[in-house]
């Protein structure tokens, strides 16, 4: 199974940015994509952002357009979330996720199959 692991969260100020990293165990197979969610207590984990695998498309939730961007580096099999300009409404567990072609642009978290642990984000105010 695919293996991913997140780093890269904190705490930072308002305003202030971060960029969280998902590096997968092995590489997939044919058409799939990468997902990053986040989990504030007591809400339900929400998308924030997508990748497919070759880079060409990204997929944003309306909440962080213009403030955080999604990237990958197949060469060093990772995927990036850079967050500018933090809000405390952005503190969360981050988690990384990836699914097969059925995840492409999805923003339901069961459409994607393997999933990090998790790294949290504070953002104080």
């Known amino acids: 199974q695919v293996q991913l692991v997140e780093s890269g969260g904190g705490l930072v100020q308002a305003g202030g940015s971060l960029r969280l990293s998902c590096a997968p165990s092995?590489?997939?197979?044919?058409?799939?994509?990468d997902g990053w969610f986040r989990q504030a207590p007591g809400k339900e984990r929400e998308f924030v952002a997508g990748?497919?695998?070759?880079?060409?498309?990204?997929y944003y939730a309306d909440s962080v357009k213009g403030r955080f961007t999604i990237s990958r580096d197949n060469a060093k099999n990772t995927v990036y979330l850079q967050m500018n300009s933090l809000k405390p409404e952005d503190t969360a567990v981050y988690y990384c996720?990836?699914?097969?072609?059925?995840?492409?642009?999805?923003?339901?978290?069961?459409?994607?199959?393997?999933w990090g642990p998790g790294t949290q984000v504070t953002v104080s105010s």
């Open positions: 996720a990836r699914g097969g072609a059925r995840a492409i642009g999805a923003m339901d978290p069961r459409e994607y199959a393997y």
């Open positions: 092995v590489r997939t197979v044919g058409l799939y994509t």
């Open positions: 990748i497919s695998g070759s880079g060409a498309s990204t």
